[in-house]
């Protein structure tokens, strides 16, 4: 019977069975930010331990940096302290740590790809729970806790209890204007918000297939939206020939063994999954959310819930969400004004989505009374969007371009939400008070749904707005 | 190492929240600039427990009747969302001990159980009732029994689970796996040696 590549990575990496159950994990590739390593290092240093393979461990910041001012000190003492403690502790531990004068700082699950780090068949954990992102290249990634950062420093290993595989499939072709945003959303309303719980889920269809690598990573970064702490695509010629030329990848003549080593890991034809689902691409639309959760969305065109008509168990949510986003029961999303639009973060802050909405706020203007940022998942984004004249369409279009970092997908920097204001954010969270106001309310959608949104000055159908004219949707 | 075993927790309970709860309602992430976790506890629930002026909210963790609480009645799905251990440390610098909940979300769940804190789940039916002889006898005591996987509350007993693997690390004191991980330095040098990728280039 074959295996699925979870099964082989696991195997690969399998240390030993520890006595209560769990396995004993080796970590090949371990990623931190400032936010959730201090402590770790702390608990280190009280341990007397040291990090044995510091080659094995890369850094950057990403959370708080502020992505207009960067002049240290930064404004905010304790960012400045989290920024300067990340590079104390990189420094004595000899560990690679991408800083803001590298020119290579951003988001870590945007660094780790563009630098050819995240590779195939490897386990890779960080201290951050998209880091299932890097599932998009046929590893098995996750995210986990600052007790299991220290594990991973002091031992390159950490213990965790073996996943079930669900196969997701999504057949098809999706509609233009339809985006891999729109897929996770749709697959995490469809599965549920804890769907996920117990479960790696592995993508696959025709239309991962044909995704780019950056599409299939925004899929896998919100696996963990819809309960699932790892989501992956197996590689393939899309992946290899991505990776081909980074800086981390292999190079010379190992570049042809790690491609056939690669190949190795991929599910079998015969492998044995724990659950198949299975969607047609035809019926996913642009999706946005509605609510406090990733799961409470809807196709534009649909009206919201009426609590009333929902099971009893679904009653208190559905009002607590509506309450909180201040929209009336079946009312519809679209037409809902806006305050502030957010193009960035690890799901949508990569060239793509930037050059994709590009191609549309061309000659058009930000609505008046609307704060709209676009800030790049890293520097190295920002650097290909001013080659490619991205940055000043941008600006032009009256959206602020900023610096790369994590910005208002979470209120850790100086980009937060004001009072109650509604935000259309490609991020991947709109979680009471995620964008740094406790009354903040967010309304998660594809990066040409936020620009379309900014440009209407509410919640719309982007595929109108910036229809007749001759765009076509999607195109590569 | 030496860690507690930690065989049953017993205290008074407070009902918070709903269904979903994820991590940025238990510690949102503007709390989460520090490079220590020792003053978590105070921003735990903070949007929760105050309004934007910072005057407290009327909710369950402000209750009087509920001081003293070391055992939080969750829904379902507690703990969703981030990755980031300062939601249970919060907790537990709060004064929890213990989480009984229809279901917890995975990286949440481990989180918790590294810390020592017992993370049972019961059905919805019992929440139900679990929540009703606590609201209405907040100082009424809860024992969640690990070997026995019970939970007794007044006269009633519910059946409680838990992952067995959690159940065994907290009840025989391995709940923090540092030390048993410190053991196996020499097969993870082999194993690193044989994966080329992690091999010094």
Redesign the interface.
């Given at each position: 019977m074959g295996k699925t590549l979870f099964e082989k990575v696991w195997a690969?990496?399998a240390?030993?069975e520890?006595?209560?159950?769990?396995t004993?994990l080796?970590i090949?590739t371990h990623l931190i930010h400032e936010?959730?390593s201090?402590?770790a290092f702390?608990m280190l240093r009280e341990?007397g331990?040291s990090v044995?393979?510091p080659?094995?461990t890369f850094a950057t910041v990403d959370?708080?940096v502020p992505t207009d001012r960067r002049t240290e000190p930064f404004s905010?003492p304790?960012?400045d302290?989290?920024i300067k403690?990340l590079r104390k502790n990189c420094a004595q531990f000899g560990i690679t740590y991408f800083d803001i004068p590298s020119g290579k700082q951003g988001i870590v699950h945007v660094v780790g790809p563009e630098q050819g780090i995240t590779?195939p068949?490897?386990t890779i954990a960080c201290?951050?729970?998209h880091?299932s992102t890097h599932g998009a290249f046929g590893a098995i990634a996750?995210?986990?806790?600052?007790?299991?950062v220290?594990?991973v420093l002091?031992?390159?290993?950490?213990?965790?209890?073996k996943l079930k595989v669900r196969r997701i499939n999504v057949y098809g072709e999706l509609s233009a204007g339809t985006y891999a945003k729109d897929v996770i959303l749709h697959l995490i309303r469809k599965l549920g918000?804890?769907g996920g719980?117990?479960f790696a889920y592995e993508y696959g269809g025709g239309v991962f297939d044909r995704f780019t690598m950056e599409e299939r990573m925004t899929v896998c970064n919100m696996s963990?939206e819809g309960?699932a702490?790892i989501g992956y695509v197996n590689p393939d010629e899309t992946t290899y020939a991505y990776l081909e030329g980074r800086p981390y990848s292999?190079k010379g003549n190992?570049w042809e063994?790690?491609v056939n080593?690669w190949k190795s890991y991929v599910s079998d034809s015969d492998c044995v999954y724990d659950d198949v689902v299975d969607f047609d691409a035809a019926e996913i639309e642009p999706t946005v959310t509605w609510g406090i959760?990733p799961g409470q969305a809807v196709f534009i065109s649909e009206r919201l819930p009426v609590p009333e008509k929902a099971t009893e168990?679904q009653r208190?949510?559905l009002a607590?969400a509506l309450e909180h986003m201040k929209l009336r029961p079946g009312q519809p999303i679209k037409g809902t004004p806006i305050q502030v639009a957010f193009l960035g973060s690890c799901t949508n802050g990569r060239l793509s989505d930037f050059r994709e909405v590009a191609k549309y706020i061309e000659g058009r203007r930000v609505a008046q009374g609307v704060k709209a940022i676009a800030v790049p998942g890293s520097q190295s984004v920002a650097a290909a969007c001013k080659k490619l004249g991205i940055d000043r369409i941008f600006t032009e279009a009256g959206f602020e371009w900023r610096e790369a970092g994590c910005s208002m997908c979470?209120?850790?920097n100086p980009d937060?939400l004001v009072g109650d204001q509604l935000c259309a954010s490609s991020s991947n969270?709109n979680?009471?008070?995620?964008q740094?106001s406790?009354?903040g309310r967010t309304v998660l959608m594809s990066p040409v749904m936020v620009a379309a949104a900014a440009i209407a000055g509410e919640i719309t159908d982007a595929r109108q707005l910036f229809t007749p004219e001759s765009h076509s949707f999607n195109s590569k | 190492m030496a860690l507690k075993k930690i065989l049953e927790v017993t205290g008074t309970c407070v009902p918070a929240a709903g269904d979903d709860v994820d991590t940025d309602r238990i510690i949102p992430a503007r709390y989460l600039k520090c490079v220590t976790f020792d003053s978590l506890g105070e921003f735990l629930f903070y949007d929760v427990r105050f309004d934007e002026n910072g005057q407290l909210k009327n909710c369950s963790l402000n209750d009087v009747r509920f001081n003293g609480a070391t055992i939080l009645i969750a829904g379902r799905n507690f703990g969703c969302g981030s990755s980031r251990e300062h939601a249970p440390q919060a907790i537990y610098r709060y004064g929890f001990r213990a989480i009984v909940a229809e279901s917890f979300a995975e990286i949440f769940f481990g989180n918790s159980t590294t810390l020592g804190i017992p993370c049972v789940t019961v059905s919805r039916h019992d929440l139900g009732r679990i929540r009703k002889i606590v609201e209405s006898e907040p100082k009424s005591e809860m024992t969640i029994d690990l070997t026995k996987e019970t939970i007794r509350l007044r006269r009633e007993k519910f059946p409680a689970s838990i992952l067995p693997s959690a159940r065994d690390a907290l009840i025989n004191g391995h709940w923090d796996p540092i030390g048993e991980l410190l053991q196996a330095r020499g097969s993870v040098e082999e194993r690193v040696a044989q994966l080329s990728y992690m091999a010094p280039g």
């Open positions: 690969a990496h240390i030993r520890l006595p209560h159950g769990q004993q080796l090949g936010v959730t201090p402590q702390a341990l331990l044995p393979y080659r094995r959370h708080i905010d304790l960012a302290e989290m403690e590779q068949g490897t201290g951050d729970s880091t996750f995210g986990i806790g600052t007790s299991q220290r594990d002091a031992t390159q290993t950490m213990a965790i209890g918000v804890n719980n117990g963990i309960g702490r292999p190992e063994k790690a080593r959760n168990d208190g949510s607590e979470l209120g850790m937060k969270r979680f009471k008070g995620r740094g406790p009354t | -």
